[in-house]
């Protein structure tokens, strides 16, 4: 399988980021929302991003956790299982490029303010343009992106400086005009303005060390944006009257053409039109990710998961999510705010019980490099406000989620049912509760080779070596003695000696020196006859091993055994061992492993330098 690049750094995910949130939901629906719940709406503006926030969080962690592509929808079906994957990948698409054409077909009221064409067909060439730019790679794609969204930054920055002292305490009062209800259903009309932050995540595969640059990223992006919001929505509300901005669809453009004079509002347009170019440009660079990882789970045609062999971009995703955008060009403004919000709460939602599911299933190798503050309290707020966000919106969006919902059951039980069915999280749960085996290690190995690719993990000879090391699981308690033999009858016949030598050495090399290191943990290791002969036995006794006195119960024990030829790499694996056990929650995690290949795992995953020469 051809594999997608790695090109992105921290300015490409910020820029993506922000970009893809600096659109529609600022130089459009600031007039429609005032016009919802008056000055009031800058309190709107600033709960959704609160929202926004629950879900980045969850974002952050299962993109440090599992930083592949299509985003949201690879998370929720290795926690929920491919039907509740199906749905969250297919509505995502939906969503993003919903919000995509909502940015194309917001251009229509700037591009009459510089030419007087056809607006659609514009609209349909831009689309052209970024299909092709995506087409070529995601590195030039990305290297536009930033252009754009540092000059708009720039223009926005501008525009609060100089109109902030042309703010009126009269056009803000009333500040509350139609009471807290309308502040919390016009939060939930403006979500889709913080969409952007899902656009990342689908990505993540074509980021470089995106454990800790995609997390970063979005809380830098969310905090910039958020604040840029507030304060454009604040000097906007304060410099026009309420008739003149309610009915206004270019209001950042008119608010400038109060203090900016007329040359403010071409500005002011033109950066909204490159709003417009960046929200595009993002969308299709995120939404085509989502038909990419759902056809390399077989819930959607194959031919979707293909990756152009010159350019290492999904082609047939990208064009699929092309003429999806270029349909919707044609829908009724209104239409795609309602539905790309409503769709966007729902996967936020998602995405924190993704979270709790992972978080509860004990999965051994669900490690992500960030976790979410305050669990679970910030996603069961997360998933509470979507409720409270969904049913302030009114009968629309709640007819929109529903439809959502059911067109992605109707796709996986048409397609995907037959073809996918992959172990997920959820079963964990149900498994631990009724004490029935359900799972197999499947999602076990398929996230520690997620973690050997997020963190750039190449095997060595001490890699290989422990994957096929014999591992001892037994319960105790043990007399050093019972253990050593036990050791001796397993390793013997791998290193060409007797058994009872192998006794021998392993007695007489704690008589001379203990090799217990910490309370729970000893690693013998012995030299034997021969030459290239080196052989590592991981061996974990829940009761413990008794040494000695003074160590009575040893729960972890390595054992090294190799003839005088390998001392420097017996050296090298002794202390690639120590690096791995001075994790200070080491042998809580021997102890709590699921198994033989638990044990393994918590090696080849642990902490330590590694030599590939």
């Not at 919903?98 to 030419?115: N, Q, R, W």
Request: glycine content about 8%; hydrophobic content about 50%.
């Amino acid at each position: 399988m051809i594999e997608l690049k790695k090109e992105l750094g921290l300015l490409q995910v910020f820029c993506l980021a922000s970009g893809a949130m600096i659109s529609s939901g600022l130089f459009i629906l600031p007039g429609m929302a005032h016009a919802r719940a008056g000055p009031a709406v800058i309190a709107s503006y600033f709960l959704a991003a609160l929202f926004a926030l629950t879900g980045l969080l969850s974002q952050a962690e299962l993109v440090s956790a599992m930083p592949k592509a299509g985003g949201t929808y690879f998370y929720v079906k290795r926690a929920m299982g491919p039907a509740m994957g199906s749905v969250d990948g297919l509505v995502t698409w939906f969503s993003l490029t919903l919000k995509s054409a909502f940015a194309l077909v917001g251009m229509a009221a700037f591009t009459a303010y510089i030419i007087d064409l056809d607006v659609r067909l514009i609209a349909l060439a831009l689309c052209t343009v970024f299909i092709v730019l995506n087409l070529v790679g995601i590195k030039e794609a990305a290297r536009v992106q930033v252009v754009l969204v540092v000059g708009l930054i720039a223009a926005l920055t501008v525009y609060i400086v100089r109109g902030a002292p042309s703010v009126t305490v009269e056009n803000l009062a009333p500040f509350n005009p139609y009471g807290p209800g309308a502040v919390l259903s016009t939060a939930g009309f403006v979500f889709v303005s913080y969409g952007g932050l899902l656009k990342v995540a689908s990505v993540a595969e074509e980021v470089k060390d995106p454990g800790h640059v995609v997390p970063l990223g979005m809380i830098l992006s969310l905090l910039v944006v958020g604040l840029l919001y507030v304060a454009v929505v604040f000097v906007t509300s304060g410099v026009m009257d309420d008739a003149k901005l309610n009915i206004s669809i270019t209001p950042i453009s008119d608010g400038a053409a109060v203090f900016l004079g007329s040359k403010g509002r071409i500005i002011l347009s033109i950066a909204a039109i490159f709003a417009f170019i960046s929200t595009a440009n993002a969308g299709i660079m995120a939404a085509s990710r989502y038909p990419l990882a759902l056809s390399r789970d077989r819930l959607l045609p194959g031919m979707l998961g293909r990756v152009n062999e010159r350019f290492k971009t999904p082609h047939f995703s990208i064009l699929a999510t092309g003429i999806m955008m270029s349909v919707f060009l044609f829908f009724k403004l209104d239409i795609l705010v309602k539905a790309a919000s409503a769709v966007m709460i729902l996967t936020y939602s998602f995405s924190c019980l993704s979270i709790i599911i992972l978080r509860e299933s004990g999965l051994q190798n669900y490690q992500p490099v960030f976790k979410s503050p305050l669990y679970p309290w910030v996603q069961i707020a997360g998933i509470a406000g979507s409720i409270f966000l969904l049913a302030g919106m009114g009968k629309t969006a709640l007819t929109t989620a529903a439809a959502a919902l059911f067109c992605g059951f109707f796709v996986y039980w048409v397609y995907g049912r037959i073809r996918s069915g992959r172990e997920f999280a959820l079963l964990h749960i149900i498994e631990r509760i009724t004490a029935k085996e359900l799972t197999t290690r499947s999602l076990e190995s398929e996230l520690k080779e997620i973690i050997r690719e997020r963190d750039d993990i190449v095997k060595d000879r001490f890699d290989h070596l422990i994957e096929k090391a014999i591992v001892m699981d037994v319960a105790g308690p043990l007399k050093a003695a019972e253990f050593f033999a036990m050791v001796a009858d397993e390793m013997a016949d791998r290193l060409g000696i007797e058994k009872a030598i192998m006794m021998k050495l392993l007695h007489d090399r704690e008589k001379d020196s203990s090799t217990v290191l910490t309370p729970g943990l000893a690693i013998p290791h012995i030299v034997v006859h021969g030459e290239g002969r080196f052989e590592i036995m991981l061996a974990r006794c829940r009761e413990g091993v008794e040494f000695s006195e003074s160590s009575p119960s040893i729960r972890a024990i390595f054992v090294l055994a190799g003839s005088r030829d390998e001392r420097n790499f017996h050296l090298r694996a002794l202390a690639g061992l120590a690096q791995i056990v001075q994790d200070s929650h080491f042998e809580e995690r021997w102890i709590k492993a699921k198994g033989r290949e638990g044990l393994r795992d918590l090696i080849l995953l642990g902490k330590r330098r590694r030599h590939t020469t």
